[in-house]
């Protein structure tokens, strides 16, 4: 890698940072959005009067990795990989490696996080 293109890369991910920032600022405004001690941001879209789970359960995670300008990253919808995994297992942001708590909690209900 060239000292330009090194360059081009550090201004890049300065800029990535601050449109961000100024995304997470302008979301935690919006209404029904939550803050976790940890900086991630959720909503519950949808709630649904499922059970709350146990660390004995099995519960199915579906997801989609999304960009700030909405461009898709990742999803278990594409490449069909759903996880099936304990609850104790779906606590923890792996972008950030800090326990999520449970915004909502309840089999069913939808849940979009921010970080």
């Known amino acids: 890698m060239t000292a330009a293109d090194k360059e081009k890369e550090k ?13 997470l600022h302008i979301n935690a405004k919006k209404e029904g ?8 941001q959720y909503k519950v879209v949808k709630t ?3 059970k709350k789970p146990v ?11 999304m960009l700030i300008d ?5 999803s278990s919808y594409r490449n069909g990989q759903q996880e099936h995994r304990p609850p104790s297992r779906t606590k923890r942001n792996p972008l950030i490696d800090q ?6 909690g309840r089999c069913g209900d939808d849940v979009v996080l921010s970080s």
């Open 11 to 23: 201004v890049a991910g300065e800029e990535n940072m601050k449109a961000g920032a100024a995304f």
């Open 48 to 50: 649904k009067n499922g």
């Open 33 to 40: 959005v939550g803050t976790l001690p940890s900086g991630l």
């Open 70 to 74: 909405g461009t898709g990253f990742d």
């Open 99 to 104: 326990p999520i708590a449970e915004p909502s």
């Open 55 to 65: 660390d004995t359960d099995t519960v199915l995670i579906i997801y989609r990795g």
